[in-house]
């Protein structure tokens, strides 16, 4: 019975060492390449789609409906986007708030900046009472 | 470094901590070297993988984690009960609140009801063992060490003192430099491996494994409200994951993920960390919820009112904890559109709670109730939470947590759910399926003196400190003012009160340990309800002999009425079970080196130990143990001795 499992799974392994080689791209763009932010952060995207091809193709069940009675996982994988969703797009809602590394002003223009927002949102939220 | 650096040095108390583990330590080996233990260490416990004894290890950690936390708890009591008292200083104080917030959360709550839900959830769904025992065995051990490496912090470095929170900038390199910020970073990513891998292993299990015929609709309450908790594990620990690695770049390799001056955003750790840390809070209350329905039924007798409307309250909850976690931070300052979104969505969450609150309610009513110390618990925490609960609302409400953010109200609040909703489903399902796990109850009278002991003491702890809060007494401070002194000191003397309660309660395990009456039956209650009990006790390592066919909810019952039992000699097939192996022990105790030398940042120690923890990986990735089956005859003969047959 065990016979037949007994080689070494050589999709695991080309899978893990693609992804360990994408991490080591991602990392030099970041830390050693001379690219401008625009190319770095579009193009550790890109890796970063790429990345997780990988891991779904490569170490999940995406491809496997087919010999196994299974099916693929849509359900959670919808589920896992939706979270995904929430983490980023929550993030950038709580963090709305006019933070910046402001090196032009000083401190005290940032506060101003900080409380026109503030403002902002307050009207905002009174108009939406009514 | 030099020695003095090393150690923990210039405090009594951690002298006497040390010379503690010393003589402990000591005392262990002594014993087990003395009773020639080592190999039955070896092959009973260190390389099982039995979903039964990884239980039995979890909870006694649990409970030693409890007596550490609780010790921190006392030591704070003390401090506070007077003002300008010098028992502890500023900085020891800072110290023991962090390490309190993280054992009892981390290293106490999760580790208990995990433990519980290994013991039951596999015996109550019919399967012979979780999905992936090799894999169990590996989280129970890198929880272990990741709780140990957690501990040594307060003899070895010096522990965290940045609040269980660990807030940026506060924990940042430039303000907590040190290795006691890194004890906390290393210690919960090690241990949190082995949680993600349980939400994984449960959540097959109970999809996969259950007898033929139980419905999902059918599955008993403990066991939804465990499925649901692995799908928040699953969803909600990879984003601690990553905070804590975030974390750890910034402090050992000069990253500016979280800083002010290298373009960093501190808050976003408070962001990353409650998106975790809200689920996280359900993670630790909804097994209690699952425990408390499967007590409550049992002793009331009666099924459980309305389960479907719990099961479906309990998906809801879990759903909702994903999106309240900003109720965390208020006042860090979204601006009143932000506050007011996660204010409302914290409101919806009373909602599914309060109707589990009348599922409750409802079973009890009409009903011939068992007063056991296992229900007393039950009882006991339905008033306690209410009150948690209520402040919960009112701490919900975004302008008025302007007031009450910080202060005791808070510390008040959130005791009152952790200690009345998780704390007393730990102790309700321990005393609940005690026998089923020792084969003997624990003694009731004795159970009751701990229970009154430790509920009253909770609520003179607890109450008073709501309204030292709304006097305007802020948390973690470490001495308090004249005004506050009153309530601090029935505070700390309810405090106390629970010390007992907990030390009578060991006292209890050890008396029924010599003077209980062993077990003859597996329905040690003999009103059990769920398929656990249908099993011998002591529970054979293949748990069924024979897995009964399911067609209905409360699948034990049934099963008395038609008089079936699990034990059918005519269907007895050979059982499949998983060897037992000793690699996650030694892989974890790889990591743990790992993780020892990042904590010190001795790169060399660092490097070494993650090879050796790879090498153990690729290990396991060429081993072809298929397991062993247990052949009819031996089955006949447990059957037959354990059943009485």
């Given at each position: ?11 695991h392994?080309?899978g893990f060492?693609?992804s360990?080689?994408?991490t ?27 990345q997780a091809?990988i891991q779904l193709?490569m170490f999940m069940h ?11 996982p849509?359900n959670m994988m919808?589920h896992g986007a939706v979270l995904a969703?929430i983490i ?43 | ?48 993988v039995?979903h039964?004894?990884i239980g039995?290890m979890y909870?006694?950690s649990a409970?030693?984690m ?36 993280t054992v009892m959360i981390i290293f106490m709550a999760m580790p208990f009801l995990i433990g519980l839900m290994n013991?039951?959830v596999p ?6 063992d979780v999905a992936f025992p090799y894999l169990n065995a590996l989280s129970f051990w890198s929880f272990l060490f990741g709780a140990m490496l957690f ?13 269980w929170?660990s ?16 004890f906390y970073l290393m210690g919960l990513q090690l241990s949190g491996i082995g949680t993600l891998a349980t939400g994984i292993n449960f959540m097959v299990t109970i999809l996969k494994m ?13 066991t939804?409200s465990t499925l649901i908790t692995s799908f928040i594990i699953v969803f909600a620990f990879p984003i601690l994951t990553v905070a804590l690695a975030l974390m750890t770049l ?19 750790w408070?962001?990353l960390f409650w998106m975790w840390g809200h689920p996280e809070v359900y993670i630790v209350i909804l097994p209690?919820?699952g ?27 879990a759903g909702?904890s994903f999106?309240?976690w ?96 998780t ?158 192996t000793?690699q996650p022990f030694i892989m974890m105790a790889f990591l743990f080196?790992a993780s020892?030398?990042v ?10 130990g993650l090879?050796?923890g790879v090498?153990m990986m690729?290990?396991r990735s ?24």
């Open positions: 019975m065990a016979e037949h499992n007994k080689r070494i799974p050589m999709q392994v080309v060492v693609l360990i080689a994408l080591l791209l991602a990392t030099w763009a970041a830390l050693g390449s001379n690219l401008s932010t625009t190319w770095i952060i579009s193009g550790i995207m890109i890796l970063a789609v790429i091809g193709f995406v491809v496997e409906f087919k010999s196994q009675n299974g099916h693929v849509w919808f969703a980023v797009a929550g993030s950038l809602f709580v963090m709305s708030f006019g933070f910046t590394h402001d090196h032009d002003g000083d401190d005290h223009q940032q506060h101003e900046q900080q409380e026109d927002d503030g403002q902002e949102q307050h009207d905002e939220g009174e108009h939406e009472g009514h | 470094m030099q020695l003095d650096e090393f150690f923990v040095t210039g405090e009594p108390l951690i002298y006497a901590g040390m010379v503690s583990i010393a003589l402990v330590s000591a005392a262990i080996l002594f014993i087990l070297t003395y009773f020639k233990k080592w190999g039955w260490l070896w092959r009973e416990w260190l390389t099982t039995d039964k004894k039995v909870i006694l409970l030693a409890l007596f550490r936390g609780g010790a921190d708890a006392l030591m704070m009591r003390t401090q506070l009960a007077f003002p300008n008292m010098n028992f502890l200083n500023a900085q020891h104080y800072d110290e023991i609140f962090t390490t309190h917030g013991v039951v015996l109550q769904i019919g399967a012979r501990n040594i912090s307060f003899v070895i470095g010096g522990s965290p003192d940045a609040g929170t807030y940026t900038p506060l924990a940042g390199a430039a303000m907590s430099p040190g290795p006691g910020q890194n259950r007898a033929p015929g139980m419905k999902m609709f059918q599955m008993p309450i403990f939804w910034d402090r050992v390799f000069g990253a500016q993920f979280f800083t002010l001056t290298g373009e960093g955003m501190p808050m976003m408070a962001n209690a919820f425990i408390f329905s499967e007590v409550i039924a049992t002793f009331a007798r009666k099924q459980l009112f309305g389960y479907k409307a719990m099961v479906w309250a309990i998906i809801l909850i909702l999106l309240v900003v109720h965390h931070f208020f006042t860090m300052g979204a601006g009143a559109f932000v506050n007011s979104v996660f204010s409302i969505s914290t409101m919806l969450i009373a909602v599914p709670t309060g109707v589990k609150i009348f599922n409750w309610l409802g079973t009890l009513y009409k009903s011939r109730i068992n007063n056991t110390v296992a229900m007393m618990w039950s009882l006991a925490f339905i008033p306690s939470f209410v009150i948690g609960g209520v402040t919960g609302v009112m701490l919900g409400m975004a302008s008025a947590d302007y007031q009450f953010h910080n202060s005791y109200f808070l510390v008040a609040h959130f005791h009152y759910v952790l200690i009345a909703g704390v007393f489903a730990c102790f309700s399902g321990l005393v609940f399926w005690y026998p089923k796990m020792f084969g003997h109850k624990l003694n009731e009278r004795l159970g009751k003196w701990s229970f009154w002991f430790f509920v009253i003491g909770f609520h003179v702890c607890f109450f008073p400190q709501y309204f030292a809060g709304l006097d305007g007494m802020p948390r973690r401070v470490f001495t308090i003012i004249p005004e506050w002194m009153p309530l601090n000191i029935i505070s700390s003397v309810g405090a106390f009160g629970m010390g007992i309660g907990f030390a009578i309660f060991v006292f209890t395990v050890v008396y029924s340990y010599r003077y209980s009456e062993r077990e003859k039956t597996g329905d040690s209650w003999d009103d059990g309800r769920t398929l656990e009990w249908a099993t011998p006790t002591p529970v054979p390592f293949y748990n069924f002999a024979t897995v009964p066919h399911i067609n209905s909810m409360d699948a034990y019952v049934k099963l008395k009425e038609e008089g079936k039992t699990t034990f059918d000699e005519d269907k007895l097939e050979p059982i499949h079970m998983p060897s037992n000793g080196v020892f030398g904590v010190f940042e001795w790169m060399w120690m660092a490097i070494a090879i050796a090498v690729v290990i060429f081993d072809y143990d298929e397991g062993f089956h247990v052949e009819i005859d031996e089955i006949k003969r447990t059957e037959r001795s354990t059943r009485g047959l």
